[in-house]
């Protein structure tokens, strides 16, 4: 751990911290515990704050162009990320909230054009996998939203002509997504199997399971963000004394 971090300062000089901030998460899944690592990953997160918030104007204009490079050249999961790892070092969420809505946007639009041939068939089972993919990656798109809400009408419409063979296959979808920890799709489609088969005790009572797994997972990840954060809130309470609130 110690060679690769020797391998990274020349990229304190260049000022490259984004890539910094990567190569720091990388070594911390090996060496979670690592004081040392920890701290430099703070500090590169910190610089790259503060290198934010002195972006000129023309700095904003070439990181908008360098998001819209990414999204011609369909480079799409580079283009989510970087404005996800943008979003999350912006402690005001302000600054850049409405080019990224903007770009997400375009991407949705474009992603829509892409599967066009999708959209037009009946392959609804698909077409509805598909948009959620998009939801997950655009959760406030209100086109997403009501495309999917659309589609899984479509969708249980078809699966209305063989009840039994959708039951069937609910639960083997329901079973596989709890498997893999997707526990809010296993919920959707619980509910979809309800509303097939109000009487089904297996979606109910699955239902009720991944809502409490859930709620268990949402409660981990916030203590984790908190924990990860708590070095900058401390900092910026000694900082800044007066921003705070004392309950």
């Not at 083997?172 to 509303?195: H, M, R, S, T, W």
Request: aromatic share 8%.
């Amino acid at each position: 751990i110690n060679k690769e971090i020797e391998k990274l300062e020349p990229l304190w000089k260049e000022e490259r911290y984004p890539e910094l901030i990567q190569a720091y998460q990388e070594l911390y899944k090996a060496a979670p515990k690592y004081e040392k690592l920890e701290k430099l990953l703070s500090q590169a997160e910190e610089k790259y704050r503060e290198s934010l918030e002195k972006k000129t104007e023309s700095a904003i204009d070439q990181y908008e162009k360098d998001l819209e490079d990414l999204l011609v050249q369909g480079k799409y999961q580079e283009l989510i990320e970087k404005i996800g790892q943008t979003e999350r070092l912006d402690k005001n969420k302000l600054i850049f909230r409405k080019l990224h809505l903007k770009m997400k946007d375009a991407f949705v639009e474009r992603r829509l054009e892409e599967k066009k041939e999708l959209l037009n068939s009946e392959k609804y089972e698909d077409i509805v996998n598909f948009l959620y993919q998009l939801k997950n990656l655009h959760p406030s798109s209100k086109k997403v939203e009501k495309l999917l809400r659309d589609f899984r009408e479509k969708l249980l419409g078809q699966q209305l002509e063989n009840k039994q063979d959708f039951i069937f296959r609910a639960k083997e979808n329901i079973k596989n997504l709890i498997l893999l920890g997707k526990f809010e799709p296993a919920i959707q489609v619980c509910e979809d199997l309800i509303n097939i088969d109000p009487r089904n005790s297996f979606a109910k009572t699955t239902k009720n399971d991944c809502e409490r797994k859930l709620k268990n997972f949402l409660q981990e990840t916030m203590f984790q963000q908190i924990t990860q954060e708590s070095p900058n809130l401390q900092r910026d309470f000694t900082q800044n004394p007066e921003n705070f609130i004392t309950l």
